[in-house]
């Protein structure tokens, strides 16, 4: 029964509250508009979903979003050192493919939005397989410790989350 009026009962809770954040009040009018639009777009969308994932590790996902917020600030600061203490000459700045072990699609897409959102990398492009992304680098002086990074502090716990 609930099902069907909350096909989506955590897309409900995060819009909600993207809702409020986005109004900036915590008052009665924005909550209860807030409310109605979270329960409505679950609904209109709820047949696209039909092999939604599903979520393994709750506890994986915290820490993931911590991980990730901890390695925006540090890339942040990693970054501005570069830019206004290195000469642009200096800068090594590579592609670098790196070898996929997910096979879920929403599992990569955090994947690729993770490094895009961390300041000095961006991925260009996921190969035709799903096998690889290709990842450019502002400085990578070792390629293969980039590729390391990644699949230790993002891929290994998205695994544990989506699959």
């Known amino acids: 029964m609930i099902k069907r009026y909350l096909p989506h009962p955590l897309l409900t809770l995060v819009l909600l509250v993207v809702w409020v954040f986005l109004v900036n009040e915590v008052s009665a009018g924005a909550v209860i508009f807030g409310l109605v639009l979270a329960i409505i777009i679950p609904l209109i969308t709820a047949s696209f ?20 917020l901890w390695d925006i600030l540090v890339a942040n600061v990693i970054v501005a050192g570069l830019i206004l203490f290195r000469k642009t000459e200096s800068l090594e700045s590579k592609s670098v493919v790196v070898p996929l072990d997910l096979t879920s699609p929403e599992a990569i897409t955090t994947l690729a939005g993770t490094i895009t959102m961390t300041p000095g990398t961006v991925t260009i492009d996921l190969s035709a397989d799903a096998k690889s992304l290709l990842v450019h680098c502002l400085h990578a002086p070792d390629p293969q410790s980039v590729v390391d990074d990644i699949k230790n502090r993002y891929e290994r716990r998205l695994k544990e989350i989506f699959e």
């Open 49 to 68: 979903w039909q092999d939604r994932p599903r979520l393994r590790n709750v506890y994986g996902i915290c820490e993931y979003g911590l991980i990730v």
